[in-house]
């Protein structure tokens, strides 16, 4: 009955709902408001109520090195605002991640019941299918897509980022949920209906991802994917090699290999890779050739663009590694990468790449300069524990089923997100991150509980 269920569990159905769905950002002066920003307090504020009043309780899930960690990059962050020119930015960034770890620590440490669970799994994943299915609307319908970083792409007219502001924010998105999706498709349901039902889903975010046109992302959408089918095989692999989910499989791949410019944007990608391999031939690099010998001129054009893609990021990184050790006790400030970064591309004119701001495109790199050594090692500490705790979690329930695959799911989602974040500043996404670490949390809570999801 609806009178059974707490306040807490309907803000926590809430952010399941509109985190994925609204992007939208307004501002009240230099204040920004979206939904995180009116969610997280308001979730904070009725548990703490409800908690008060006994009308939630909370589970036995230790979360003390978790919040001793949070803690100590909080007060390093703190810290690092003595070496701020600009004290909004930082304070902000400070604010967001305060409310990352409350959220992160509520959804966690409440007890829900195995009605609940069932009911956030089930709108979780139908609100993923409604994202997933207005990005492939947004390509067929030319809505919305982003026109920047289309260059290298001859038939594609823009790149998909659905709900999210960005195509490599959804990219980052996708991976993450990636392998959550493919294990409950193939190992978790046993009746065929439930199983063609999640593999479509999977399905929709391949086909996502391949709309986003970002090559690293493709690429480790490629090892997540593998990584996955490897950690429960036995499972997987018998469970895969059947008639429905055989077909199922085909049909996918000859879509992904017709899409527009996928052939050639694959072949860029493995430009990209290799560009950063030191290669040990004596032949040099030499030209792209076709069966004649002939230079292939098209190869060779993706080939340029895709160097000039590489150069441009390397440039970027290595912006934010200069200003970082110059810097190397407390960094320029939390939030002041972007205040300083027109000082430095003006001091180190080879490190200009034609903007006046530009992220650093690599969240490490960013709290390494903003927060400096102890800084960016207090920040890795928090995610180091994280696969550590996850570890535990696997190996003391690894014996349920639906909890074994969230938990292969969330180490090999959670391993992709990390690895995109060397690309991107996908850490300092609020929608993107909050998302993460509301699934994180229930995620570890569900793990934790007692009662189990019966099988479909």
């Given amino acids: 009955m609806a009178g059974?269920?707490?306040?807490?569990?309907?803000?926590?159905?809430?952010?399941?709902?509109?985190?994925?769905?609204?992007?939208?950002?307004?501002?009240?002066?230099?204040?920004?408001?979206?939904?995180?920003?009116?969610?997280?307090?308001?979730?904070?504020?009725?548990?703490?109520?409800?908690?008060?009043?006994?009308?939630?309780?909370?589970?036995?899930?230790?979360?003390?090195?978790?919040?001793?960690?949070?803690?100590?990059?909080?007060?390093?962050?703190?810290?690092?605002?003595?070496?701020?020119?600009?004290?909004?930015?930082?304070?902000?960034?400070?604010?967001?991640?305060?409310?990352?770890?409350?959220?992160?620590?509520?959804?966690?440490?409440?007890?829900?019941?195995?009605?609940?669970?069932?009911?956030?799994?089930?709108?979780?994943?139908?609100?993923?299918?409604?994202?997933?299915?207005?990005?492939?609307?947004?390509?067929?319908?030319?809505?919305?897509?982003?026109?920047?970083?289309?260059?290298?792409?001859?038939?594609?007219?823009?790149?998909?980022?659905?709900?999210?502001?960005?195509?490599?924010?959804?990219?980052?998105?996708?991976?993450?949920?990636?392998?959550?999706?493919?294990?409950?498709?193939?190992?978790?349901?046993?009746?065929?209906?439930?199983?063609?039902?999640?593999?479509?889903?999977?399905?929709?975010?391949?086909?996502?991802?391949?709309?986003?046109?970002?090559?690293?992302?493709?690429?480790?959408?490629?090892?997540?994917?593998?990584?996955?089918?490897?950690?429960?095989?036995?499972?997987?692999?018998?469970?895969?090699?059947?008639?429905?989910?055989?077909?199922?499989?085909?049909?996918?791949?000859?879509?992904?290999?017709?899409?527009?410019?996928v052939q050639e944007r694959t072949t860029s990608a493995m430009y990209v890779v290799q560009s950063f391999i030191p290669s040990f031939s004596g032949g040099g690099n030499g030209g792209a050739t076709d069966g004649d010998g002939e230079v292939d001129e098209e190869k060779e054009k993706d080939k340029a663009l895709s160097g000039k893609a590489v150069t441009s990021r390397t440039t970027l990184w290595k912006t934010g590694l200069v200003m970082y050790q110059e810097n190397p006790t407390l960094g320029v400030g939390i939030g002041n990468y972007d205040v300083r970064y027109k000082e430095y591309v003006t001091k180190y004119p080879e490190l200009y790449v034609g903007h006046d701001q530009y992220s650093v495109h690599n969240s490490y790199l960013k709290v390494a300069a903003e927060t400096g050594t102890i800084g960016v090692l207090s920040f890795l500490a928090i995610y180091l524990y994280y696969f550590l705790f996850l570890g535990k979690q696997f190996l003391f329930r690894r014996e349920d089923l639906a909890k074994k695959v969230l938990l292969i799911g969330l180490f090999v989602g959670t391993g992709t997100f990390m690895g995109q974040n060397l690309a991107n500043n996908l850490i300092f996404i609020p929608q993107v991150n909050v998302i993460f670490w509301l699934v994180s949390g229930l995620i570890f809570n569900y793990v934790h509980s007692a009662g189990k999801i019966v099988e479909s």
């Fill in 4 to 261: 059974k269920h707490s306040l807490t569990f309907y803000l926590v159905l809430l952010h399941i709902i509109i985190m994925p769905l609204v992007p939208a950002k307004i501002y009240a002066g230099p204040l920004p408001i979206s939904a995180e920003v009116i969610l997280i307090p308001a979730l904070t504020v009725v548990a703490i109520a409800e908690y008060m009043t006994g009308r939630i309780r909370l589970n036995s899930l230790g979360l003390k090195t978790f919040m001793t960690l949070f803690g100590i990059f909080f007060l390093i962050q703190v810290i690092s605002l003595s070496q701020a020119d600009s004290l909004l930015p930082g304070l902000k960034e400070i604010v967001r991640y305060v409310s990352y770890a409350i959220l992160f620590y509520i959804v966690t440490k409440v007890k829900f019941s195995d009605r609940e669970y069932k009911t956030m799994g089930i709108t979780f994943v139908s609100i993923l299918a409604v994202v997933g299915v207005w990005g492939i609307i947004q390509y067929a319908f030319d809505i919305n897509l982003n026109k920047a970083g289309v260059y290298a792409l001859e038939e594609a007219y823009g790149r998909v980022q659905s709900t999210m502001v960005n195509p490599n924010y959804w990219a980052g998105f996708i991976n993450f949920i990636l392998p959550i999706l493919l294990l409950f498709a193939v190992v978790f349901f046993k009746d065929r209906k439930w199983q063609l039902i999640m593999f479509a889903v999977f399905g929709v975010y391949v086909i996502n991802q391949i709309f986003t046109y970002t090559r690293s992302a493709w690429l480790i959408m490629a090892m997540a994917i593998l990584l996955t089918s490897l950690l429960i095989p036995k499972q997987f692999y018998k469970k895969l090699f059947t008639i429905h989910l055989i077909g199922a499989t085909l049909l996918l791949g000859v879509i992904v290999y017709s899409l527009p410019d």
